[in-house]
Structure formats: C-alpha cells, structure tokens
C-alpha cells in the first residue's frame, strides 16, 4: 500500500500510535506487528525516537518518552478546557463509586482531559489521555449531539475506519443524538459493559461542541433518582465551564470540533 507523506515521518507516528493506555510496553517484534513495519526499520525507528525522547527504553521493550508528555502539556494548556474546568469537576462526585470525566472533542475523537474519583478508582477505561470514538461514549455523544448529523457520520466513519470497529446503527445514534440535544443530556452504556455516564456537552462562544463531562459508574447504582441528580449537575456545570470559555475566550482558545 502506497504511503501519503514524508514516509519516514508516518513510519515513526505509526510507530508512537501502536501504543495506547491498555499496551503500555511494547517489544521491537509487537511495534512491527501492530504497524505492519519490517523489524528492522521499527527498530531503527524506535531507536531515533528514543534519542528524540519520544520513546524510552524499558524491562518489556519501549514505552512513550517523556518528550510526548511534554508536548501533550502544550496542547492542554492551549485548549484551555481544563483550566475552564478548575475547580467545578469536584462538585459533581455524589458517591465514592462514581466519577467525573472531562473529555475533549477533537475530529470526531473525544481526549480525556481529567478523571476525578476517589482513591480506589473502579476498573474503567477512561484514563487521562486516552482516546476513545466519540460515539461510543457520554462525554462524546453529548458533544456530538450538537453537531449536524452529516458531519456527525463523517467523523464516525473515520474513527471506525481508523480503529477497525464496526459501524453503529447510523439510524438509531441520530435517534439517540436528537434526544441527547433536546434533553440537555445523554445517559450512555455503550463504552463499557455494567457502566452508565450521564453527560452534558460543553459549548463555545458559537454553539459549536468543544468537549464534555460526564458523571459515570457502576450502572447498579443509577436508579432513577440518581440519573436525575447527576443530570442536574452535570448540566449545571457543563454550563458553567461553557460561560467561562465564552467569556473568556481571548484567554481560553478552545478549538471546536
């Protein structure tokens, strides 16, 4: 398959995506099979990028650098949702089970930008810098739900296409979305089995989605009463992260999906 690009460059971006929150580690023969790059060259690539400091070595092979946290920092702090976001996650943890998620959109993808729990976080899948479809989760959902639905498809053809998962019922996530923005929220269980989120989109200065968050947990404790609860503040403070990127706009540059 012919390569689009400066062919060295998307060897070694390859290369830094074959590893993700669940694969940590990687040996030089994992990197070659999950990029389809001969062994030699992905070691080759892998020895550039530790001199660089985007890879280091360890026990099981290579793990991202310290230069990746670095420049991943950078766009944190230019985003600006999370100092929007400073000191409003808090208020919205209800019981030691459940937790806050704050997820960024970005071309169809949500980045999650901060999970708050407590000390003993349940076994979920949204770890800080990770990313999932938005489609698939609360956080995503809720943003994508003030998206038109064309663009909507777009970006869930290309996430599946790059992630190799199947295609939603297009139908029924309209369906779902067209509630999600009515309501104000959307109560997902599509990320992860015997899990619920219940999220609200965060908006910029011109409607467009920039992110969400989301209150999520074990789906035996979301009774009706506390869906309620959690939609209330969820709403609440999406809101209020949404005015201050409006507002302060020259100091927050939130780029929309």
């Known amino acids: 398959m012919a390569e689009s690009g400066v062919v060295p460059v998307v060897k070694a971006i390859r290369v830094l995506r074959a ?40 026990e099981d092979g290579y793990q991202l650098g310290p230069l990746v946290l670095e420049l991943g920092g950078q766009v944190i702090e230019r985003t600006g949702l999370v100092r929007a976001a400073e000191g409003l996650l808090e208020r919205l943890r209800r019981a030691p089970e459940q937790e806050v998620h ?13 999970r708050n729990g407590n000390e003993r976080k349940l076994p979920m899948h949204n770890s800080v810098g990770q990313r999932a479809p938005a489609h698939l989760t609360g956080c995503g959902k809720a943003a994508l739900s003030w998206l038109p639905h064309e663009e909507v498809v777009a970006h869930v053809e290309r996430c599946c296409a790059e992630t190799s998962v199947a295609m939603p ?3 029924r996530l309209r369906d779902e979305l067209a509630k999600a923005r009515q309501d104000g929220y959307v109560v997902s269980q599509s990320f992860q089995a015997k899990r619920i989120s219940v999220a609200a989109a965060i908006l910029d200065a011109s409607s467009r989605p920039v992110g969400g968050v989301s209150l999520a947990g074990p789906d035996g404790m979301f009774c009706s009463a506390v869906i309620a609860s959690s939609r209330a503040a969820v709403t609440e403070v999406a809101g209020v992260i949404s005015s201050r990127i409006i507002n302060g706009s020259r100091l927050w540059a939130v780029r929309p999906a």
């Open 169 to 171: 019922d297009l139908e």
């Open 102 to 114: 704050l997820g960024q959109l970005t071309q169809g993808w949500v980045v999650y930008l901060n």
């Open 19 to 58: 590893f993700t929150p669940a694969v940590a580690a990687l040996s030089v023969r994992q990197i070659a099979a999950r990029t389809g790059i001969p062994r030699s060259t992905a070691h080759a690539l892998c020895q550039t990028l530790v001199t660089e400091g985007m890879l280091e070595t360890c």
